[in-house]
């Protein structure tokens, strides 16, 4: 099954670091998908699979972590239903 993945991110935000790392995870795991990028608003890091809203920073407040995308991938590959992701780690913060 084709699967398309896209991340909307703020870029002024400083995510497109958080972008590229997630991209080359995914790539390295599944080096077949494509995944794309388009500028999102304020805070955004919203990760789409397949059109599907399945994680998103505005909701959780968070990045997601790179093996909960993978499973979710490998459940779209699979054709099986994909849950969004609600697990997140925190932004880096610098004291």
Excluded at 28 to 53: C, H, K, M, V, Y
Excluded at 68 to 84: M, N, Q, S, T, Y
Aim: with cysteine; net charge negative.
């Amino acid at each position: 099954m084709a699967v398309t993945i896209t991340v909307e991110y703020c870029e002024p935000c400083g995510f497109k670091s958080h972008y590229e790392e997630l991209a080359a995870a995914v790539q390295e795991e599944f080096p077949d998908i494509s995944i794309d990028s388009r500028p999102g608003g304020t805070g955004a890091f919203e990760i789409f699979i397949n059109g599907q809203l399945v994680f998103s920073k505005l909701e959780v407040g968070g990045f997601p972590y790179e093996k909960d995308l993978i499973e979710a991938i490998r459940k779209a590959c699979r054709g099986e239903p994909v849950e969004k992701i609600t697990n997140s780690r925190a932004p880096c913060v610098i004291l």
